[in-house]
Each structure stands twice: as C-alpha cells, then as structure tokens.
C-alpha cells in the first residue's frame, strides 16, 4: 500500500549546521560517533561541524575511514568502534555512501550479526542508535531514505537493506557545506538526484505524494544543477541543488528507482564505476528505451525542465524530455558512452545478466518491462 515516511526534521538553509548541537541534545545526548571519509577531514569540514555542536564538541569522536562504493564490511568495523566509544547518537557526514554506512552502522549496533543478514526490506528485526545524516553532496537523497547500499564482496554485486530502522532521526543540509564540491562531483551527484526524481516519476510503483515531490524536484534540479556547474560558489544555487537532492531523496522513499539504477547497480558492483556517473552515462539511453511507457509523464518532465512543448504532441514533448536530459548531461561535460570508462565490450553480456539477476526489485519497478536482452541493448546503445 502507498506510504509515506521521511525523516522527522529537516533542518536546512545556509547556516543551518548551527543547529547540530541542539539536534544532538533533543535525540538524548551523550557521546557521538561521526562517521566521514578523510578526504572531508583533509578538507577540514569535519572539525567544522564538531565545532558548530558548540559545548558537545567534545562529546564528539569520529571515524574517518568511510569508502566510497562501501562494502558491508566496513559497516562492521564502524560497529566497533560505536560501541568501544560507548555512542548513543550517530552523525553520518558524507555523500551517500558515508552517509549509508553511518546509519547502517547506527542501526548494526542494536543488532546481531552483520549486514548481509539483513539485506532486502523489512528484515531488521530492532531499531539501534538514532543518526543524524549531514549531507555534503546533493545526489543521493540518503538523509530522507529508509535505505542503505553495499557492495558484497562475495559476488561482486551492489544490494540493499531498507527497513524503518535505517531511516535517520534528523537530517542537516547546510550548501555552505557544498560549495567547495568539485566540478565532476557537482555534476554526477547532481544528475544522480535527477535520475531518483525521473525514476521514481515514472515508477510502477509511483504514488500522489512521489510524484508531487518528484515534478519539485525534477524543476529545482533543472534549473539549479548548471549554475551550480558553471559557478560552485553560488550559494543560491548549491541550496536549490541540496533542496532538489532532498526532495528527490523523498520520492525515492516513497516509489523506488528503476532501470537506470538497476543497470548502474550491476555496473558499479563489478566495475566500480561511480553511481552518479553510471546513472548520468545511462539515463538517456533508458529514457529512450522507456519513453512509449510513460509518454505523459516524460512530456511534464521536459516542460519542467523548461523544455519550449507548447503545441508539440505528447510524444514530440517526451522526445524533447530525453533530448534535454542529454544536453545537459552534456553540458556538464559528463562522459557519454561506456567505452570511456574502460570497460571492456565483452563485459556487457554479464552485466546485463546480473542485471536481471540481482537488481529484481527495482528493474521490475521500471515503467517499461526489461528483459536480459533488452538491458544488453541498452548498454550496446551506451557503448
Ligand atoms: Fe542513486
């Protein structure tokens, strides 16, 4: 049945981490663990958020050894040192991967065994610590979402756990925290946000409340990702792309993705290809491929991208839709077949495969059905 759930407070604006440390004490207080990557301790954003807790900086204690493209693994060292440092709150800080291995770790300290027990929905059986998720990317939507990605290591392939649990207690977005984001990473977080928006619009599983959230989206996304592109210090701009981010993030909770992730899923598991530049590369290709599906819906996605559709048919607007969506892709100068990320063609076959395999739950929620074949024509077409 539809549902909707979200994380509980959303605090967000320029300025908003000021906020962190009364956030801290209404989640009960007591010792943080803060989970990051080093590059954000390199960058000296970690000690600015330790001192925006004010009188709890010192309750905090951090962990800097988050990955991109995690795998579940890590989430158990994490655990460890949650509970040597006796922690009772979690801050994830981070793009979406250190932010999913913080509130996975969060939620691994209220339970036994290790990840690849839970994952699939529904399937942690008590809530652990409650996480406070501090984006520093605006993509992945992780700081509103029930769910969390890893690789497994066993068998190559990206898999999730989605279970309430997961779900952070609050959620800070400051764009004062994003704007020494690097170019390429404004670029393919940004489209990984458009992807959620389009995926989750035009997802079998598509909702009221989705759909609302995915058209603001969907336009914030639009107009703010090539200002932020063009000029990362244009603070207008970083906030319109971390409120698009965050609103993608809902929808995402709410219908899931399709194809697109699917097919990055198996990409990134087995070739490490980054999530956002894997669903930016494919995006248009599965546009194309899902269009006489879902022709209204990709006709309101190019007016909301401010597409000229007046007067055009239903299915000359939705051409226009995946044509915008490539322009910009272009644009930001994103690569644009497969072959320029080395990888190799007769890997495809695979690929495809483990496509089906392994990415069920959302490869089935894809507007159009995808067969094993056809994920193997896409990804020649993206070739
Ligand atoms: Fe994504």
Not at 255 to 267: D, E, K, P, Y
Not at 359 to 370: C, Y
């Amino acid at each position: 049945m539809p549902r909707f759930l979200s994380t509980p407070l959303i605090q967000h604006g320029p300025g908003s981490l000021a906020e962190l440390g009364g956030i801290i004490q209404s989640l009960g207080g007591g010792r943080v663990g803060l989970i990051t990557d080093p590059g954000l301790v390199k960058a000296g954003i970690c000690e600015r958020v330790v001192q925006a807790a004010g009188d709890l900086a010192d309750d905090i204690v951090w962990f800097d050894g988050a990955e991109p493209e995690p795998s579940y693994e890590l989430v158990g060292r994490c655990v460890a040192f949650l509970r040597d440092e006796h922690c009772q709150v979690v801050i994830g800080l981070g793009g979406g991967s250190a932010l999913d291995t913080a509130k996975m770790s969060a939620v691994m300290v209220g339970n036994e065994g290790d990840v690849s027990d839970y994952f699939g929905a529904g399937r942690v059986p008590r809530p652990g610590l409650s996480s406070i998720a501090i984006p520093t990317t605006a993509g992945t939507g992780s700081e509103v979402s029930p769910a969390a990605v890893f690789v497994d290591p066993r068998d190559g392939t990206k898999k999730g756990v989605r279970s309430d649990y997961v779900q952070p207690k609050a959620a800070i977005l400051d764009p004062e925290l994003t704007l020494g984001l690097p170019q390429a990473l404004t670029a393919s977080t940004g489209i990984d946000a458009l992807t959620h928006a389009i995926e989750c619009y035009t997802a079998r599983a598509a909702t009221l409340i989705g759909d609302m959230t995915a058209e603001r989206a969907i336009a914030l996304i639009g107009e703010h990702l090539p200002v932020a592109y063009a000029d990362g210090a244009n603070l207008v701009a970083r906030d319109g792309m971390l409120m698009g981010s965050l609103i993608a993030g809902m929808a995402l909770a709410i219908a899931n993705v399709g194809a697109v992730h699917a097919l990055a899923q198996a990409l990134g598991g087995s070739h490490h290809v980054h999530h956002g530049m894997a669903n930016s590369l494919l995006l248009p290709y599965v546009m194309e491929f899902n269009r006489m599906a879902c022709r209204g819906k990709y006709a309101r996605v190019a007016a909301l991208l401010g597409e000229p559709v007046a007067g055009l048919s239903e299915n000359a607007a939705a051409e226009r839709a995946v044509a915008a969506v490539r322009q910009l892709t272009i644009d930001l100068q994103l690569p644009q077949h497969l072959r320029e990320l080395d990888i190799p063609e007769d890997a495809l076959d695979d690929v495809a495969e483990r496509t089906i395999a392994t990415q069920g739950r959302i490869a089935t929620n894809n507007p159009r059905a995808m067969s094993v074949e056809d994920a193997r024509a896409i990804l020649r077409a993206a070739y």
